[in-house]
């Protein structure tokens, strides 16, 4: 029988990718990444742990936002198999990793879902495990209704996006109806117990801005998006993150067509903090892509740039010690996670 590996082939990939970015708008060399990190002594970037696994379990998904690095939709077809999530559960049992994190697309429309949380929770009681929900999955279909209740018995932290506190801010960037979707499952999740003080239930949410534009200041958005929410709406949440959208897929396609590239990478390139980039995600992250090939961050997974590791690019041969001391895939795009505050899955970095 062939090898899971030997088995998958790759499906092509929107127009928006590495290719685009690179020639949109060449870049000066002495402007590169590479050589913005060579000017603070971090060049070659090199991954110093590995402290979350985040695993990406398809790109289908019911939304289809005008932001996604993941170009996810209804019509994706890519979902990980129980095989490929088999050998991400020897990993988790085998080493001491201490956040998984479930990504998609919409993690919860691949079937195996719940077994693969149930999995993780066994083989680790303590381990923190994430599931970045879009949260009007749970409204989607009777089928998802019950999350709340199955999130709260595996212990599970959320953590979904909510472009902003109004209808249509939000709407005009994740689709019609969805602000209204999301008020509603943020006060479902809050009737379990997530994000109301003292519960243990952790519901993070995430900003990132409308346009091309850097966000604000985190610890400012989290006190405003917390005082209209109750106000409005009377949800609680934990924490806010503030993320920097990276001009890949849709966004790269949205700043292309408003012309708006060449200005947002100035922007990116003038705001570089060597602080933000000493704290990028991707040095203590390991990102499982649906097929099972590794990559340093989520965003090089979209853009196919595979782990600097010749002999553990998928995760049926990890090598924990290799990957640990790796060299980080970085190219321009990376001036995204560096620029003012910095900006990863868990928000600012400086």
Request: net charge negative; aromatic share 10%; proline share 5%.
């Amino acid at each position: 029988m062939k090898s899971l590996k030997a088995q998958l082939h790759p499906i092509s990939e929107p127009s928006f990718g590495l290719d685009l970015l690179e020639k949109s708008f060449p870049i000066d060399s002495n402007s590169s990444f590479k050589q913005k990190l060579t000017e603070i002594r971090l060049f070659p970037l090199q991954s110093t742990s590995i402290d979350i696994l985040q695993i990406n379990l398809g790109k289908m998904c019911n939304q289809v936002c005008k932001h996604c690095h993941v170009d996810a939709g209804p019509d994706r077809k890519e979902i990980m198999v129980r095989e490929t999530m088999e050998y991400c559960l020897d990993v988790i049992k085998t080493h001491s990793i201490k956040t998984i994190d479930l990504t998609g697309g919409a993690p919860e429309m691949n079937p195996d879902f719940r077994w693969f949380v149930e999995s993780i929770r066994a083989i680790n009681p303590l381990a923190t495990i994430i599931v970045r929900c879009n949260l009007t999955i749970i409204l989607a279909n009777p089928k998802y209704n019950d999350l709340p209740d199955f999130f709260e018995e595996n212990r599970v932290e959320v953590v979904s996006s909510l472009p902003y506190f109004t209808a249509m801010k939000t709407d005009s960037q994740r689709g019609d109806g969805v602000f209204d979707k999301s008020i509603r499952a943020l006060q479902l999740l809050n009737k379990q117990g997530y994000g109301v003080p003292g519960s243990g239930l952790i519901l993070n949410l995430v900003y990132n801005p409308s346009g091309a534009f850097l966000p604000g200041s985190q610890e400012g958005l989290e006190i405003e998006f917390k005082k209209k929410l109750k106000e409005k709406f009377q949800i609680q949440f934990n924490s806010l993150f503030a993320i920097t959208n990276i001009p890949i897929s849709r966004f790269l396609e949205y700043l292309i067509r408003s012309d708006n590239y060449e200005s947002y990478m100035e922007k990116l390139i003038e705001n570089f903090n060597p602080a933000a980039a000493q704290g990028v995600m991707c040095r203590t992250t390991i990102s499982v892509g649906w097929d099972g090939y590794l990559y340093d961050c989520d965003f090089n997974q979209m853009l196919e740039l595979k782990v600097d590791s010749k002999d553990s690019q998928h995760i049926s041969e990890f090598n924990y010690e290799n990957l640990s001391q790796r060299e980080i895939v970085v190219k321009n795009h990376c001036f995204g996670c560096t620029a003012g505050s910095g900006s990863s899955c868990g928000g600012t970095t400086a």
